[in-house]
């Protein structure tokens, strides 16, 4: 086979893969043996040669631009998925597959697996949620935040991202006035925990032992308050401050006060020998190893368990029975409610404007609300939230969340789905029976909810969700100035079908809809409040579609089977990229590859165990490391 590459092309895609193949003794005929003909072949036809199809001329990349390291971390992104070549094009073999993705890695990208970059994670700000759980846990007052504090912002799906965690002067003031709150609350003894406060019981009488227990109470208290124990200059400024008070209660009350207002209680910053250097990655001290774990699976501080190994210098070899330790605690319930909250959206079920009474064709409001009402959506965001909580502690591959045929159902949310047997509030697992026509987290309330228009359903909502949260696969922005699906005055009675195969016809919008119409379609048989049905518009819904890597089906349930087995791996790519960002309080990079890839090998390795995945990502060189904070490219 003869490749006719351009002098242009050659020099281009030699200069980016030279370095890292020559180290390996291949040299410039194996570059140009294994890499370049693989592209000539599978790419260029579109992305080369003078073609430049979607913005991305292959043989125009350099390495060196943050730009151009986006672009081959989409390419890298697309073959991964699958995406590209597309489905009507010569594929390349498993093994060509991954040599063109290492190729991408080591060459385009200069990434080097066994050296993982942990990447660079802004100092962060306790989130409301963290902040909440933080005081409920160290001085039994559970503070009403959401009265207090304004929402947080969220970056990449999250509002764990140190980027976006700002501070403003207004934020600041209501972190004090919150501290003193606090503090009067704990001292209360029908709201706080005097325990919690002091650990050695009351004071002693005896003037000279109170000044000693005056030290010890502070101490105790700064302690779990910083994360860490407490440098001894402060510990003595405290204890001024607290003595200047003139009585024992008031001056542990204002010391108090001072390390709840402090920024080492309100942000989670970690010790680093040098912290503007980003050539030097340096393992966590074992203190902020604690804190990342904790406020992973927490939501909230270090117990005294984790922060005693940490004092130690055990906490790093004991890694495996304190993660199995913290998700056995019943404060891990705050990590699947905040991480599938946010991932899955199920904290938007209760919220999400929906008109039952349009989408169900009822006249009065209260028939609707009464039908879909707020104990139904609880119970929706309930049943995502046990689910997800049971395929972990259970030890179940991942994509049981796609394949389950059961669900976790009280009466309520049985009685809405037409399953028959369940009393009472309290909830249990369910089989499903023949007819539901219910399967995983694609046949729940709570996605088929919050994919929906207020009035109808939304086929766009649906397939981009999936694309976007569940296959890391999300299609790219809408070009400006796009009509509305019901534009035009062309929509009449026609089905859904109809109406996305008109908004398609456009040809602007009809590579990204390519994606995500065929997976909103096939859940149309279920309407914008999660209710089956087998007809819209008067006609038998159709459900068949084709994705846009080629698997047909003829219903959900076959989507289902598909994401499930064929597209598994994708699936577990997207959970990982999720868990990764959510853990570690950053959005990925090019950089992270390595760490993505060698998290979904162990999830495969493993069955597709989620909780091999959550092992995988504490061990992760992201969370065990960091690095300086300076740009690099």
């Given at each position: 086979?003869c ?5 242009q092309?050659?020099a ?8 890292v ?6 040299g ?16 260029f036809?579109?992305h ?5 199809k979607?913005?991305?001329a ?7 631009k ?11 992104s697309?073959?991964d998925?699958?995406l590209?070549?597309?489905?009507d ?6 093994q ?10 080591r ?8 050296k993982?970059?942990?990447g ?13 759980n ?36 207004i ?8 501290a003193?709150?606090?503090?009067d ?22 003037a ?5 227990y ?9 302690d ?6 407490v ?8 204890c ?14 204002r ?9 080492r209680f ?6 680093q ?9 340096v ?9 990342r774990l ?5 939501s ?6 984790l922060?005693?190994?940490?004092g130690?210098?055990?906490l790093?070899?004991?890694?495996q ?16 409610r ?12 209760e919220t ?21 009402s707020s104990?139904?959506?609880s119970a929706?965001?309930?049943?995502t ?13 991942a ?6 045929n059961?669900?976790?159902?009280n ?9 028959r ?18 399967r995983?987290?694609l046949?729940q309330?709570t996605f088929?909810?919050?994919t929906?228009?207020p ?14 949260n569940?296959?890391?696969a999300p299609?790219p922005?809408?070009p ?12 009449g009675?026609?089905s859904m ?7 398609r ?12 119409d065929?997976?909103?379609?096939a859940l149309?048989?279920?309407?914008a ?35 499930g ?23 990925l990079e ?15 390795a ?5 909780s ?7 061990e992760?060189?992201p969370?065990?490391?960091?690095r300086g904070?300076?740009e690099?490219?």
């Amino acid at each position: 086979m003869c490749f006719h590459l351009s002098r242009q092309m050659r020099a281009a895609l030699i200069g980016l893969v030279l370095g890292v193949f020559s180290t390996q003794g291949s040299g410039v005929v194996e570059i140009e043996r294994q890499a370049l003909p693989l592209l000539q072949e599978f790419c260029f036809d579109c992305h080369g040669d003078g073609s430049k199809k979607g913005g991305i001329a292959l043989d125009k990349l350099g390495g060196e631009k943050p730009a151009d390291r986006k672009a081959w971390h989409s390419v890298w992104s697309n073959l991964d998925a699958h995406l590209m070549p597309p489905s009507d094009k010569p594929q390349p073999t498993p093994q060509q597959r991954a040599l063109l993705q290492d190729w991408i890695e080591r060459g385009a990208l200069g990434l080097d697996p066994s050296k993982p970059d942990p990447g660079r994670v802004t100092v962060r700000r306790l989130n409301r949620e963290e902040y909440r759980n933080t005081v409920r846990d160290l001085t039994g007052v559970d503070f009403a935040v959401q009265e207090h504090f304004p929402p947080d912002d969220t970056g990449y799906g999250f509002d764990t991202i140190g980027d976006v965690l700002n501070l403003s002067p207004i934020h600041m003031e209501k972190y004090l006035e919150a501290a003193q709150m606090i503090v009067d609350l704990a001292f209360n003894p029908e709201k706080g925990s005097r325990r919690a406060i002091f650990p050695e019981g009351p004071p002693p009488e005896d003037a000279a032992a109170l000044q000693v227990y005056l030290r010890g109470t502070i101490r105790s208290f700064a302690d779990r308050a910083l994360r860490r124990p407490v440098d001894e200059p402060t510990l003595d400024r405290l204890c001024v401050m607290a003595a200047a008070e003139g009585s024992f209660p008031s001056g542990v009350k204002r010391a108090m006060v001072a390390l709840l207002a402090s920024p080492r209680f309100i942000f989670r910053a970690e010790l680093q020998p040098e912290p503007n250097n980003p050539g030097r990655t340096v393992p966590l001290d074992e203190y902020s190893l604690a804190s990342r774990l904790s406020y992973f699976l927490w939501s909230s501080t270090p117990d005294p368990e984790l922060l005693a190994l940490a004092g130690k210098g055990q906490l790093r070899a004991q890694l495996q029975p304190q993660v199995e330790r913290l998700l056995q605690d019943s404060r891990s319930n705050r990590f699947v409610r905040n991480f599938v909250g946010q991932w899955l959206q199920s904290r938007d079920v209760e919220t999400v404007p929906i008109q039952a009474r349009v989408v169900l064709g009822l006249r009065k409001q209260e028939d609707g609300d009464k039908i879909f009402s707020s104990k139904l959506r609880s119970a929706m965001r309930e049943e995502t939230e046990r689910l997800f909580q049971h395929v972990l502690r259970n030890k179940l591959p991942a994509e049981e969340l796609f394949t389950a045929n059961y669900g976790f159902l009280n009466q309520t949310l049985a009685a809405f789905y037409g399953i028959r047997g369940v009393k009472g509030t309290d909830f249990e697992r369910v089989d499903f029976p023949e007819g539901t026509h219910r399967r995983g987290l694609l046949g729940q309330g709570t996605f088929l909810v919050v994919t929906s228009n207020p009035t109808r359903t939304s086929p766009v909502k649906r397939g981009k969700f999936v694309l976007e949260n569940l296959l890391g696969a999300p299609a790219p922005p809408p070009p400006p100035n796009i009509p509305p699906l019901e534009g035009g005055g062309k929509a009449g009675k026609k089905s859904m079908r109809q109406l996305m195969e008109l908004h398609r016809a456009d040809a602007l919008c009809a590579s990204c809809h390519a994606r995500m119409d065929p997976i909103g379609l096939a859940l149309e048989d279920f309407n914008a409040i999660g209710q089956h049905r087998s007809e819209g518009e008067g006609a038998p819904i159709d459900t068949a579609g084709q994705l846009v890597t080629g698997e047909k089906f003829n219903n959900a349930e076959e989507l289902i089977q598909l994401f499930g087995t064929t597209r598994k791996h994708d699936f577990y790519r997207c959970l990982s990229e999720k868990l990764l960002t959510y853990a570690i309080g950053r959005g990925l990079e090019a950089s992270d590859i390595p760490n993505v890839r060698k998290l979904v090998a162990t999830m495969e390795a493993q069955g597709g165990k989620l909780s091999a995945l959550l092992q995988a990502v504490v061990e992760s060189a992201p969370f065990q490391k960091r690095r300086g904070t300076a740009e690099v490219r």
